[in-house]
């Protein structure tokens, strides 16, 4: 499966790894709640906490097997940090992107 | 029991410092199977006091934290006698040379970047551990004499300079004994060295067993051995030494049974703050322990630094 099919559900690369099922699971099982706050500062234009929650998830997603989720809360976050108006409608695009990644994750 | 030289390899712990949730869950998934032992701080300020309290083997420390980042926790660490010695190495996501550079000056021993591999995680944990151990040997090494694993003269030279200090400044009682074993030469020249070396082991186990958690043992050369006792007055000073005396009387020696071993002990110590430079200190006791061998070996003499610089005021 690709991350370019959006109906295909994103496993972890550590899916096998017996250390590590409890703890994707928690991670996913927050995700949710990530993302609303994501969503939250996005929609009263905090884009300086849009940045912030962005770089937690890109600095955790890639440990939890997630690298799609590490490149994709990356790009979201520059996004945010760039100053400019116009670059809301590119923020807006990299959360929704962010977002649907986020929908597919699967521990298993 | 007498203070040892430390020499037990227990698992180490590992303290990690980082801000965010998810490494310390990631990190206690991925160490669940090395020889350690994990403890977490989540801000700076808890590292610090989580280091002071429960000594770590070695420190994971994050370096973009709120309030006191890890430059400042680093710092904190190299500036304090209880924290100066534990090895940290910095996980961050900061990459640039200058913070590499910054956090080496500071004292750290190694610097991985986030996202971290977890393969290379674990041998620089593995590495940093192994340094460590092998450094805390050397240093404890130097310190211990290799016939007795009492510690050695130059150990004693600095734990008696401490000791002295102490009491000079707080007037805490403090007592030394010097031991010397009795006709030792005539014991090698009839029985051989092996005997001779196996008079001092066997010694200096008795002075451990004898003495108290906070006594301090150490081989002085050859078969003189000094016993520092902080918090000691002459009289109970007098009662340790007396005790490892008797014990060592009623040894019996196999390869030797018809004749036993014995040590003449000298002491000077005070109850009071001592107005005598600790070579002066040194020197009284072996005094003591001159006036024990030529008034029959095998028994206890004492100096009462105390009394003595109170007969000395009355006659100035």
């Given amino acids: 499966m690709t991350a370019s099919e959006p109906n295909n559900l994103i496993l972890s690369d550590f899916a096998d790894d017996p250390d590590m099922v409890e703890i994707i699971e928690e991670f996913v099982g927050e995700i949710p709640e990530r993302i609303a706050a994501l969503q939250a500062a996005f929609d009263s234009d905090d884009t300086h906490a849009v940045a912030s929650l962005a770089h937690q998830l890109k600095g955790s997603g890639g440990g939890?097997?997630?690298?799609?989720?590490?490149?994709?809360?990356?790009?979201?976050?520059?996004?945010?940090?760039?100053?400019?108006?116009h670059d809301l409608e590119t923020i807006r695009v990299e959360l929704n992107r962010l977002v649907s990644f986020c929908s597919r994750l699967a521990v298993r | 029991m007498t203070a040892t030289p430390e020499t037990s390899e227990q698992r180490p712990t590992l303290l990690v410092v980082d801000d965010s949730a998810d490494v310390h869950r990631l990190l206690h998934a991925r160490l669940r199977r090395e020889e350690l032992d994990l403890i977490s701080a989540h801000t700076g300020e808890e590292g610090l006091s989580k280091a002071r309290e429960n000594q770590p083997g070695l420190v994971l420390l994050d370096l973009d934290m709120p309030g006191m980042d890890g430059f400042e926790v680093l710092r904190e660490?190299?500036?304090?006698?209880?924290?100066?010695?534990?090895?940290v190495i910095v996980?961050?996501?900061?990459?640039?040379?200058?913070?590499?550079?910054?956090?080496?000056?500071?004292?750290?021993?190694?610097?991985?970047?986030?996202?971290?591999?977890?393969?290379?995680?674990?041998?620089r944990i593995r590495s940093a551990l192994k340094v460590h151990r092998l450094l805390r040997m050397l240093?404890?090494?130097?310190?211990?004499?290799?016939?007795?694993?009492?510690?050695?003269?130059?150990?004693?030279?600095?734990?008696w300079a401490k000791a002295t200090s102490a009491n000079a400044r707080h007037a805490t009682p403090l007592s030394l004994a010097m031991f010397d074993l009795d006709h030792f030469k005539s014991l090698n020249d009839t029985f051989g060295h092996p005997a001779g070396d196996d008079a001092i082991r066997v010694f200096a186990r008795t002075l451990s067993r004898e003495s108290r958690e906070a006594d301090i043992a150490c081989r002085y050369g050859g078969e003189e051995f000094v016993l520092i006792m902080p918090e000691t007055a002459p009289e109970d000073a007098n009662s340790v030494c007396?005790?490892?005396?008797?014990?060592?009387?009623?040894?019996?020696?196999?390869s030797h049974p018809e004749r036993s071993v014995t040590v003449s002990i000298g002491v000077a110590?005070?109850?009071?703050?001592?107005?005598?430079?600790?070579?002066?200190?040194?020197?009284a006791a072996d005094r003591a322990l001159y006036a024990?061998?030529?008034?029959?070996?095998?028994?206890?003499?004492?100096?009462?630094?105390?009394?003595?610089?109170?007969?000395?005021?009355?006659?100035?």
């Fill in chain 2, 139 to 159: 240093a404890e090494k130097a310190h211990i004499d290799g016939l007795t694993g009492l510690f050695n003269r130059q150990a004693f030279d600095e734990s």
């Fill in chain 1, 64 to 85: 939890y097997g997630f690298n799609q989720v590490s490149e994709a809360a990356g790009r979201l976050e520059n996004a945010a940090r760039s100053p400019s108006q």
């Fill in chain 2, 292 to 316: 024990a061998k030529a008034g029959g070996r095998d028994r206890t003499e004492v100096i009462d630094l105390a009394a003595r610089q109170i007969r000395m005021a009355k006659a100035g």
């Fill in chain 2, 77 to 87: 660490f190299k500036d304090d006698q209880e924290t100066v010695h534990i090895p």
């Fill in chain 2, 269 to 283: 110590g005070t109850a009071q703050q001592a107005a005598i430079r600790p070579a002066d200190w040194v020197a």
């Fill in chain 2, 242 to 254: 007396e005790r490892v005396g008797a014990q060592l009387r009623s040894l019996s020696w196999p």
């Fill in chain 2, 91 to 123: 996980l961050s996501a900061l990459s640039q040379s200058i913070d590499k550079v910054t956090a080496f000056d500071l004292g750290a021993v190694d610097y991985i970047t986030k996202p971290f591999d977890v393969t290379e995680l674990r041998v």
